[in-house]
DNA sequence: CCGGTAGTTTACTAAATAGTCAACTATCGG
DNA sequence: CCGATAGTTGACTATTTAGTAAACTACCGG
């Protein structure tokens, strides 16, 4: 059925990014385009603005996105350690992204949430959806570990809260000092919120 | 001494405001003149770009905060109470403007500074410089509390580092849901990471 | 192998934006 | 009240940017 092309992917590929290493506002669909290798005229051709395609891609990187939280949050693995699993795989991504970019480059999703969420409603509901899936996989984790009297918190879904808060709090210092030292101290703040009684956490 | 002007000064007010409201990437020049009242060419008189300007703004509000600050820290309040009356005027500070301009902000500081510091390193260097003369102001409140036997915090900075990304990362939660919410969970999550004892802070 | 469809390209317009400059004006000190 | 100084203005240029349109091209199904 006409011309296969995977232009779109290429594009989505570019605006992530382009906005991780700098920002929304500042990267422009000429740079964008330039950097997937579509031209403007393409680029109308599959999406209506930079917005459009914005979404686009969270959407697209939230479908893969899924199956890595699947496996981390596997139900085979004690609740608690699942939380500490996805501490370590977001700091492990960041030590990755400073080898390849040369900067530390924190949660794309709260960067960016926190610069358009007053001037692009749809890109924060999206967004917003994103985070708040996490939160919940966050949420049942705790509610299970609750459940198993590892841990007191009878609101799991505030415990959630509190949790992302630190965490992506720490991610974002760590943007702004571009230095991986603050993350250091991630495992050990992410236990003390949790109010993690001692060995309740099998050793890894 | 020639002519007299505060045109400098409006300058400064107004790119505050519309990074505020909006983001940096987002604010154009000619904006920041129309809110101000100010030409272009007064503009350049006075500034060589967008980013001095923020600069000496982010200066001229940090002079004003720190008189705040101080009076926040004063050593006549007890340790763990200055922490609490710092997060307190945040929170309160953060209700004032969703009244005046419809929109929870959230911390300019945190959110100027994740989205610029990949950019402008100029900036990024005047946000690290203010943002961590919070955190010495807290630490030295930790120091003290934990001297007084009013908490258990080993390494103040350390603590005083976790407690800033928990504070920041509810506040930008609340910019990027735009609600005020998540902000009544600030004390008992501050309190629960000082690991304050019962009745360590005096009922006020 | 051909026709329609999906995707590409180039060249274009209009608007927004940064930045400059020389003429102008108000104000302070003397 | 005058002259130097500090600040203002408007009109300008050059670029960058978003967005469009029409001709073109590759590919799949029949």
Redesign the pocket.
């Known amino acids: 059925?006409?011309?296969?092309?995977d232009?779109?992917e290429r594009l989505m590929a570019a605006i992530s990014e382009l906005i991780w290493i700098g920002s929304y506002g500042s990267t422009?669909?000429?740079?964008i385009c330039d950097k997937a290798g579509?031209?403007?005229?393409?680029?109308?051709?599959?999406f209506g603005?930079?917005s459009e395609l914005a979404v686009a891609a969270i959407e697209a990187e939230f479908c893969a996105r899924r199956a890595e939280l699947d496996a981390i949050f596997s139900p085979m693995v004690p609740p608690l350690e699942r939380i500490i699993r996805l501490c370590d795989s977001g700091c492990a991504r960041q030590v990755e992204l400073k080898e390849k970019f040369g900067q530390v480059l924190g949660c794309p999703l709260f960067t960016l949430g926190s610069e358009i969420c007053t001037q692009d409603n749809g890109l924060r509901e999206k967004i917003q959806e994103v985070l708040d899936c996490h939160q919940r996989y966050i949420a049942s984790a705790v509610r299970e570990a609750h459940a198993a009297g590892l841990i007191e918190a009878p609101d799991a879904a505030a415990k959630a809260r509190m949790l992302t808060a630190y965490f992506e709090g720490v991610l974002t210092q760590a943007r702004i000092l571009n230095s991986l030292e603050v993350l250091k101290e991630i495992p050990e703040g992410v236990l003390s919120i949790l109010g993690a009684k001692r060995q309740s956490l099998v050793p890894s």
Chains 1, 2 share one sequence.
């Open positions: 059925m006409g011309r296969t092309s232009a779109k422009t669909i000429d740079q579509v031209k403007k005229g393409s680029f109308y051709y599959f603005s930079k």
